[in-house]
């Protein structure tokens, strides 16, 4: 190909620290959205987008890396973190209809985005939320988008010397490694395995100030506020109970026989 | 009654010693169908005489089978589409799938398909009057919720050991049905052009083992004390992610945030220190054992047996005397 730029959306989430106590309140059992972050895992999507940018040559060669994120007015700071690492710029679609998305009408929403923005090459996600942790989104966004879906890749490579773009990705199984390949445009999610994120530094804090984020609204993609949110999902949480704390256990220090002390207490358990 | 069906992946057949024609989390996922209404297998791969058997006693009397090349030939989507495709010929009410990587994500396509909703990382469900209700921990464990998909169909990713194995009351007998499902272009987008196998271990599958002993940083890079007490106990290796980042020992044994979830009748934590993102992989075990040098480790917050020690005097001793008193 004569021009090997690639135009890369990047999801990002803005999730409660896990660090912290975290908890449901209210009649649908929603996360309570406090001391949050960029989800970790998303960062490892940031770092594939750049590194793929980078190497053909950046934004001066017309790579172009968006951070696209949706959620209440607060979550913009996920998209903020991005591009202080080193997104393009951003996108932020806020509407008061979006509360309670299930990963159904989040995938819905998102790929309305997507759809938007045109002329995306690669829709980049992280391998789960670190807040609702099921892994749906970026499969159920392919499928929207009918787009190829390579998820779960410990590595990503895309060849641009021919017709089209060309990704090349790893994933591991259980019982295989596998190979996997596909033309762009597709949709990619990359684990924790696939590179090593890098930090903002102050150049890349000072110029995301300048950095443009877009705000979006429901109206402004073409969804329907009645097909996402509480309204639009086809999941309800009908009940959520705090785990009880694990009763305090038996700890010892070894004196020379905790091995047989451990022995007695797995053949009081009758786990032998 | 309404047919449930279940997705049964005979491409990918486990290596491991004795693992029955039909796994294990593919039992308990029957189990669970019957609980919920009448099973339907929907098998990829050969369906052999075998596993109709096999399915018989678990009380499938419909076996919807594809062999199709796609299946295998391309990544997850192909799957996703047979059994969309299978639940609408047998007019399901609920698909019940695994909940490893894949089937997580053959579960998202489904939903989409079916327009459905799709409740991952089940641990268990009722059944009233008819509607299913699906139990499922979230937030690291540390919550549990009730929810239900509010669609016509649901969907649900089942996790390892959620509920007994158990055979039918009243076996069937399963007529097996090829089925050819049909394959969006988008769906054969994402080719798989290298396989290769793991080098099996001889050990219990990590996702679905009675017994997981795991190793972290603490280890140093010797898992040779950890391997011997599994071995006493037939019991899957797990890790950290300090250990496998390390390189200490393969990633599929990581067990945490951003591996494998397992809920053992017994864990042997061993030198990790129990950061939340190794909690969350492991905390609903029923037995927690944790073996570390550093009395402050916040595993033995959740440690039912907890040894603050040195893992190489510890172990080798708790190994010798198993074999001691087994004779």
Redesign the interface.
């Known amino acids: 190909m004569e021009n090997t730029a690639l135009n890369i959306a990047v999801l990002v989430k803005y999730v409660p620290d896990a660090q912290f106590d975290r908890h449901l309140t209210g009649a649908g059992n929603t996360l309570e959205r406090a001391e949050s972050i960029l989800s970790e895992l998303d960062e490892y999507a940031i770092e594939a987008a750049l590194a793929l940018s980078e190497a053909r040559g950046g934004e001066a060669a017309g790579n172009k890396v968006t951070a696209i994120t949706m959620g209440p007015a607060s979550a913009v700071a996920a998209v903020k973190k991005a591009l202080q690492i080193g997104a393009t710029e951003g996108v932020h679609l806020s509407d008061e209809a979006l509360a309670g998305s299930d990963a159904a009408a989040t995938s819905l929403a998102l790929a309305a985005v997507v759809r938007h923005l045109g002329g995306v090459d690669l829709v980049l996600t992280g391998m789960a939320s670190t807040d609702g942790e099921t892994s749906l989104v970026p499969a159920q966004l392919a499928a929207r988008l009918g787009l190829p879906q390579i998820t779960f890749a410990s590595s990503l490579e895309v060849d641009s010397s021919g017709e089209a773009h060309v990704a090349t990705a790893r994933r591991d199984g259980d019982i295989y490694a596998e190979t996997i390949q596909a033309t762009l445009p597709a949709v990619v999610s990359v684990t924790d395995q696939a590179n090593s994120p890098r930090y903002p530094n102050f150049k890349g804090i000072m110029a995301a100030k300048k950095k443009t984020v877009t705000a979006l609204t429901l109206a402004e993609i073409g969804v329907e506020p009645a097909s996402v949110g509480h309204e639009g999902s086809l999941t309800v949480v009908k009940a959520a109970e705090a785990r009880e704390h694990r009763p305090a256990g038996t700890i010892i220090t070894d004196s020379g026989d905790a091995g047989i002390q451990l022995v007695d207490f797995l053949a009081a358990q009758k786990l032998l | 009654m309404s047919a449930v069906v279940v997705f049964i992946d005979q491409t990918?057949?486990?290596?491991s010693p004795g693992h029955p024609v039909l796994s294990k989390s593919s039992q308990e996922l029957l189990t669970l169908a019957r609980l919920a209404g009448e099973p339907v297998a929907a098998v990829a791969g050969e369906a052999s005489d075998e596993l109709a058997a096999a399915l018989g006693g678990a009380g499938v009397s419909r076996v919807f089978a594809s062999s199709q090349d796609e299946l295998t030939g391309y990544?997850?989507?192909p799957k996703?589409d047979f059994v969309a495709q299978v639940a609408t010929a047998a007019g399901a009410a609920a698909v019940l799938v695994g909940n490893?990587?894949?089937g997580?994500?053959i579960?998202?396509?489904v939903?989409?398909?079916l327009?459905?909703?799709?409740?991952?990382?089940a641990v268990g469900l009722t059944v009233a009057d008819g509607a299913i209700?699906v139990q499922k921990?979230?937030?690291?464990?540390?919550?549990?919720?009730?929810?239900?998909?509010?669609?016509a169909v649901s969907v649900i990713s089942v996790k390892s050991n959620s509920v007994d194995a158990e055979p039918a009351a009243v076996p069937a007998t399963a007529a097996v049905e090829q089925f050819t499902a049909e394959f969006?272009p988008?769906s054969l987008?994402?080719?798989?052009?290298?396989?290769?196998?793991?080098p099996a271990s001889g050990r219990p599958?990590?996702?679905d083992a009675r017994?997981v002993v795991a190793g972290g940083r603490g280890v140093d890079g010797n898992f040779g004390p950890v391997e011997e007490l599994a071995d006493v106990?037939g019991a899957a290796i797990g890790a950290s992610?300090a250990a496998t980042d390390a390189g200490w020992i393969e990633?599929?044994a990581q067990v945490g945030?951003?591996g494998k979830t397992v809920a053992p009748?017994?864990y042997i934590s061993v030198g990790i220190s129990g950061a939340?993102?190794q909690k969350?992989g492991m905390?609903t075990s029923k037995?927690?054992?944790a073996?570390n040098k550093d009395?402050e480790s916040p595993v033995?917050?959740?440690?039912?047996?907890?040894?603050?020690?040195?893992l190489f005097?510890?172990?080798?001793?708790?190994?010798?005397?198993?074999k001691r008193?087994r004779g």
Not at chain 2, 137 to 151: I, K, N
Not at chain 2, 189 to 195: F, N, V
């Open positions: 990918e057949v486990s290596t990544l997850v989507a996703a490893n990587f894949e997580k994500e579960a998202a396509r939903g989409i398909a327009n459905a909703g799709v409740i991952s990382d209700t921990s979230v937030l690291a464990g540390s919550y549990t919720v009730e929810a239900s998909a509010t669609s969006a988008a987008g994402a080719k798989i052009i290298e396989r290769t196998p793991k599958d990590l996702s017994i106990l992610r990633h599929s945030q951003t009748q017994l939340i993102q969350a905390q037995v927690i054992v073996v009395a033995f917050e959740i440690a039912d047996f907890g040894i603050v020690g040195d005097d510890v172990l080798p001793q708790a190994t010798a005397e198993i008193r």
